[in-house]
C-alpha cells in the first residue's frame, strides 16, 4: 500500500505538482490526427495536465495546441474560426497562430500602439508520428528530442491509433495495464458449454494462432528495471513447457502489452495521458512490422472485442463545466457496462463483453478517496502481493523521479532512446528462469529501425 502523501504525490497532476511536472518533462500523446483532421477544420477541445487547451491543423498543415482563450476578453477560441494559417477570435477577431502569436487585433485602431507582441496566448510544440499529434509542455530549455516507439516508425497502413475517456486517475488505468495476472481470470471466457476456460489476451487476441492456454492462474513474474522503466516476464506453466509474456513499461506511463507466442511480428500498447486528476485519455496502439494491416484486422480492431471499446465521438462536461471533445465509449457507468449475468455464467468471467470495458468497469468503480475525487483510488487500503511487483516498481520510480525533479535533477530517462527501444513479446519454451530467457530471447525485445530513404 501507500501512504496518504504518497498517494497524493502520485495522483495530482496540476500545474506546479510535482507529478504534473514530471509529466511536463515527456512527450506526451494530445489528441489523434483524426481528430484535428484536414486543415481549416474545426478546433477541438482539450484538457491536458489540468490545462484547458484547443487544438487545430492550419491552412498549411501544422497543428497547434494552444491555451483555450483568447488573450482579449478571455472568449473561447473553439467558437472561432480556423483560417488562413491562424484560429480567429469570433468576439472582436483577433487572430493567433499555432505558435500562439497574435497575428491581428482588428479592433484596434488605426495609429494606436501594436500590441501584437504583448498579447499572444500559450502555445506548446508539436508533433505528429503514429496518427497522434505529440505536446511538449514543459520548460522551453528543458524540451528533449521526439523519442519514438516502434508504432510511430512504421509505414502508412502499418499501425492504427485511437483514443477515449476514462474517468479515473491517470495512474488507475496504467496500473491495470502492468498487470499480468488479472488477465487469467477478467479476461476470460468460455467454450459454448461454459467448461473449458481459454485466454483471448494469451492467446493473442485476432493475431494468435486459435491456440487455447489455459490453467495456469498465478503466473511467476520476474522484473528488471530500465533506464526507462522496466520490463517483466510472467511465466506460465504450460504442459511440461512455458508460456513467457514480456511486458514493457516506458515512464512515465507507457506500457506495451505482448500478443501471441512465436516471432515479433505485430505489437501494440497504451498510453494513459491525464486530463486532470480525475480523466483520463486513454491512447491505443497496434503495429504491424511485416505487412500493411488487412481491412478484416482493422474491422476487428474497431468491434470492441479487444482494444479500442466501441465508442463514438462526442463531448463531455467536467464537473468544473469545462467541456473537452473526446470519443465515449458506448459501455459506461451509467449503464453497467452492458452486463450480462447469463453471459457471465456461460459465456465470459465478467459478463462485459470487450477487454477494454471490462478493464474500465473494475477501474473506474474501484474504492475512491470520495465523491469530490471519485477517480483517484485510496490505495491507503489496499494489500498488494507478489504479482503486483510490477504495480509496485512502477509507483516507486515514478515517486523517485518525481522527488528528483523537485530537487533539480532531471529525468534521465527522457534523453535516453535506447528506453523507446523496445518490443513486448511472448514465447512458449523450456527455459525456466527470466535471465536465460532474456539471454536467448532478449534481441526479439528490441528493435533497430532501419534508416529511412533519402
Known amino acids: 500500500?501507500?501512504?496518504?502523501?504518497?498517494?497524493?504525490?502520485?495522483?495530482?497532476?496540476?500545474?506546479?505538482?510535482?507529478?504534473?511536472?514530471?509529466?511536463?518533462?515527456?512527450?506526451?500523446p494530445?489528441?489523434?490526427?483524426?481528430?484535428?483532421?484536414?486543415?481549416?477544420?474545426?478546433?477541438?477541445?482539450?484538457?491536458?495536465?489540468?490545462?484547458?487547451?484547443?487544438?487545430f491543423r492550419d491552412t498549411k498543415g501544422r497543428v497547434g495546441i494552444v491555451r483555450a482563450y483568447c488573450s482579449h476578453r478571455l472568449a473561447p477560441l473553439f467558437y472561432g474560426r480556423n483560417e488562413q494559417c491562424g484560429i480567429r477570435c469570433p468576439y472582436h477577431g483577433w487572430k493567433f497562430d499555432v505558435a500562439g502569436n497574435c497575428l491581428e487585433t482588428p479592433n484596434v485602431p488605426a495609429g494606436a500602439p501594436d500590441i501584437r507582441k504583448n498579447v499572444g496566448i500559450t502555445a506548446y510544440p508539436t508533433h505528429e508520428a503514429g496518427g497522434v499529434v505529440w505536446v511538449y509542455m514543459g520548460p522551453k530549455d528543458k524540451r528533449p528530442?521526439?523519442?519514438?516507439?516502434?508504432?510511430?516508425?512504421?509505414?502508412?497502413?502499418?499501425?492504427?491509433?485511437?483514443?477515449?475517456?476514462?474517468?479515473?486517475?491517470?495512474?488507475?488505468?496504467?496500473?491495470?495495464?502492468?498487470?499480468?495476472?488479472?488477465?487469467?481470470?477478467?479476461?476470460?471466457?468460455?467454450?459454448?458449454?461454459?467448461?473449458?476456460?481459454?485466454?483471448?489476451?494469451?492467446?493473442?487476441?485476432?493475431?494468435?494462432?486459435?491456440?487455447?492456454?489455459?490453467?495456469?492462474?498465478a503466473p511467476v513474474l520476474e522484473l528488471r528495471e530500465t533506464p526507462s522503466g522496466f520490463t517483466y516476464g510472467a511465466r506460465r506453466d504450460l504442459n511440461g513447457q512455458y508460456l513467457w509474456r514480456v511486458t514493457q513499461w516506458v515512464a512515465p506511463m507507457?506500457?506495451?502489452?505482448?500478443?501471441?507466442?512465436?516471432?515479433?511480428?505485430?505489437?501494440?500498447?497504451?498510453?494513459?495521458?491525464?486530463?486532470?486528476?480525475?480523466?483520463?485519455?486513454?491512447?491505443?496502439f497496434?503495429?504491424?512490422?511485416?505487412?500493411?494491416?488487412?481491412?478484416?484486422?482493422?474491422?476487428?480492431?474497431?468491434?470492441?472485442?479487444?482494444?479500442?471499446?466501441?465508442?463514438?465521438?462526442?463531448?463531455?462536461?467536467?464537473?468544473?463545466?469545462?467541456?473537452i471533445d473526446t470519443y465515449l465509449p458506448q459501455a459506461n457507468q451509467e449503464n453497467d457496462y452492458q452486463i450480462d449475468r447469463q453471459l457471465q455464467r456461460t459465456g465470459n468471467y465478467s459478463g462485459i463483453w470487450g477487454i477494454h470495458d471490462q478493464d474500465r468497469?473494475?477501474?473506474?468503480?474501484?474504492?475512491?478517496?470520495?465523491?469530490?475525487d471519485?477517480?483517484?483510488?485510496?490505495?491507503?487500503?489496499?494489500?498488494?502481493?507478489?504479482?503486483?511487483?510490477?504495480?509496485?516498481?512502477?509507483?516507486?520510480?515514478?515517486?523517485?523521479?518525481?522527488?528528483?525533479?523537485?530537487?533539480?535533477?532531471?529525468?534521465?530517462?527522457?534523453?535516453?532512446g535506447s528506453g523507446f527501444a523496445v518490443r513486448a513479446i511472448s514465447q512458449i519454451c523450456a527455459i525456466p528462469r527470466f535471465d536465460d530467457f532474456l539471454a536467448r530471447y532478449g534481441d526479439e525485445a528490441r528493435y533497430q529501425h532501419p534508416a529511412r530513404p533519402k
Open 1 to 28: 500500500m501507500l501512504r496518504k502523501d504518497q498517494n497524493e504525490v502520485l495522483s495530482r497532476v496540476g500545474a506546479g505538482t510535482p507529478m504534473g511536472e514530471l509529466f511536463r518533462r515527456f512527450w506526451l
Open 30 to 55: 494530445a489528441v489523434t490526427a483524426e481528430q484535428v483532421g484536414a486543415p481549416d477544420s474545426a478546433p477541438v477541445r482539450l484538457r491536458i495536465l489540468g490545462e484547458d487547451l484547443v487544438g
Open 145 to 217: 528530442v521526439f523519442r519514438a516507439l516502434e508504432y510511430t516508425q512504421v509505414p502508412e497502413g502499418q499501425y492504427f491509433s485511437a483514443s477515449w475517456l476514462q474517468r479515473t486517475n491517470w495512474s488507475q488505468g496504467m496500473e491495470g495495464e502492468i498487470d499480468s495476472s488479472h488477465i487469467s481470470w477478467l479476461h476470460k471466457d468460455f467454450d459454448s458449454q461454459g467448461e473449458q476456460a481459454r485466454h483471448p489476451v494469451l492467446a493473442g487476441g485476432v493475431s494468435g494462432t486459435g491456440n487455447e492456454y489455459t490453467g495456469d492462474g
Open 254 to 284: 507507457f506500457s506495451l502489452i505482448p500478443r501471441a507466442p512465436g516471432a515479433f511480428v505485430w505489437g501494440g500498447g497504451r498510453a494513459w495521458v491525464p486530463i486532470d486528476d480525475n480523466h483520463t485519455t486513454v491512447f491505443t
Open 286 to 323: 497496434g503495429y504491424r512490422v511485416d505487412r500493411p494491416f488487412t481491412a478484416e484486422e482493422i474491422q476487428v480492431y474497431e468491434s470492441g472485442a479487444l482494444f479500442p471499446p466501441r465508442m463514438r465521438p462526442g463531448v463531455y462536461r467536467l464537473p468544473d463545466g469545462y467541456v
Open 361 to 372: 468497469s473494475l477501474a473506474e468503480n474501484s474504492k475512491s478517496i470520495g465523491q469530490s
Open 374 to 416: 471519485a477517480g483517484i483510488i485510496d490505495r491507503t487500503l489496499e494489500h498488494l502481493v507478489s504479482s503486483d511487483r510490477p504495480v509496485a516498481t512502477a509507483r516507486r520510480t515514478l515517486l523517485r523521479m518525481a522527488e528528483e525533479l523537485q530537487a533539480g535533477i532531471e529525468p534521465a530517462c527522457v534523453s535516453e
